[in-house]
């Protein structure tokens, strides 16, 4: 089972990222802007997923559009959930324990591309 660390390995080994803690200890990855985040649910999280609330760690992970969004959770909703929180954003919530150590590295790759500036991403140092 992945753990914040593996998380915070996968995170790391991408350009120009950097970890920050909040107050109450979260750890949350960016690049500039947050593109992955640990998560917890909270109350109204909990009541409005009822009994397919997950029950493991939950990470957000930003995503390029609404469209991708919609069709992550479309074709793996036992991985991707959102809740009213996210909705119209570009960014859903994901069971950290449904992922392995391959769907990991490719989901915060995404994230960071879809939050980092486009010359990073093609390669190029922003000028």
Known sequence: MLTWDDV?????????????VSASGRRRWLRGKTFVRERPLHRVD???LGADA????????????????????????????TTAHVDGWPALMCRLDALD??????????????????????????S
């Open 101 to 126: 150590a391959q769907a990991l590295t490719e989901l915060v790759a995404e994230a960071w591309a879809a939050r980092a500036p486009r010359g990073l991403v093609a390669g190029n140092r922003p």
């Open 54 to 81: 997950p029950t493991g760690p939950v990470l957000v992970a930003y995503v390029p559009d609404e469209g991708a969004k919609a069709a992550l959770l479309a074709t793996e909703p036992d991985v991707w959930f």
């Open 46 to 48: 909990l009541a409005e």
């Open 8 to 20: 915070a390995r996968a995170c790391l080994a991408l350009p120009a990222t950097t970890e920050a």
